[in-house]
């Protein structure tokens, strides 16, 4: 069975930083294209980053870039997002997913709240 499990959400001021972590299980994380997602109360839910699985590029939504960062740990099947900078427009369930073609999994999400 496929686990993603995320972690490191919390409440955190504006200006601060929180980094979310996702572990997987029954599935190895390195042949899968990573991305974490997030959805705010009464909005749909949208891509934050990614990170590839051949070459590792990244990518961002605009509104993020410069404060987020993705990274993956593929020897501990681990995927992390360091948020610094946090706004309260951050405020939202986080989640992360994993993506090889037919195949997607995703987490069970973690909050963050961001106060002004």
């Known amino acids: 069975q496929v686990q993603l499990a995320e972690s490191g959400g919390g409440l955190v001021q504006s200006g601060g930083s929180l980094r979310l972590s996702c572990v997987a299980s029954?599935?190895?994380?390195?042949?899968?294209?990573l991305s974490w997602h997030r959805q705010a109360p009464g909005k749909e839910r949208e891509l934050v980053a990614s990170?590839?699985?051949?070459?590792?590029?990244?990518t961002y939504r605009d509104s993020v870039k410069g404060r987020f960062t993705i990274f993956r740990d593929d020897a501990n099947n681990m995927v992390y997002l360091q948020m610094n900078s946090l706004k309260p427009e951050d405020t939202a369930n986080y989640y992360c997913?994993?993506?090889?073609?037919?195949?997607?999994?995703w987490g069970q999400g973690t909050q963050v709240t961001v106060s002004s």
């Open positions: 997913k994993a993506l090889r073609g037919a195949g997607v999994y």
């Open positions: 029954g599935v190895s994380l390195y042949e899968y294209g």
């Open positions: 990170i590839s699985i051949s070459d590792g590029s990244t």
